[in-house]
């Protein structure tokens, strides 16, 4: 799959080719975080499975709004690199928030009613779109909406200077055809989406 930032061209074979804009910082610019991409002009990187990502920036923080195809879940597991962070953090958007050092599977939810949900800090995601209860095999099950599109907010005093990256990924995107898969961030050589250049 590719990731390509035009007009950058990508070498044959590879996920994504991206680069994240060098202007400078508008220190007007902000971003409600409602999921809606429409208020993004800039393009971070775009992604043959379909996915755009989009990236605002001011002095405080810095925004990423995900287009998602039709019939996609906006849920998926997001890990942040920064060189404030000792370990990097893994980011759970869901139903819940919640994050956790990546590899350190005692911070990991294990149930829904985990009192570990809820911890996010200095970040922002949408959760997936509660829409009431449906009948499934095993009795009620809730239902959600699907989405098109996924938005975070990171705070810059939390996560401190860059460089910052984002891997991991999208647990459900469609094709179109009626199917779902995985939509990860990372390009074929395990290099993560830069969303924050270094000073």
Sequence with gaps: ????????????????????????????????????????????????HGV???????????????????????????????????????????????????????????????SLWWNNTGWAAIPARFNGMEQGDDGPQPRFLPATGQEFQFSRTTFGPGPWTLGGGFYAVSDGEGDRAPARLDDDNGQPLLILRGN
């Design 1 to 48: 799959m590719n990731r390509i930032l035009k007009p950058v061209a990508c070498a044959a074979g590879m996920m994504f080719c991206q680069s994240v804009s060098a202007e400078p910082v508008a220190s007007s610019e902000s971003a409600l975080v409602d999921g809606n991409c429409t208020e993004y002009t800039r393009i971070a990187a775009e992604f043959s």
């Design 52 to 114: 755009t990502a989009y990236i605002k920036q001011n002095a405080d923080h810095v925004w990423l709004c995900f287009t998602l195809p039709a019939g996609s879940s906006s849920a998926g597991e997001f890990i942040l690199r920064t060189p404030g962070l000792a370990t990097p953090l893994v980011l759970h958007v869901s139903a819940q928030l919640g994050q956790w050092p990546l590899g350190n599977e005692e911070l990991r939810p294990k149930e829904g009613t985990s």
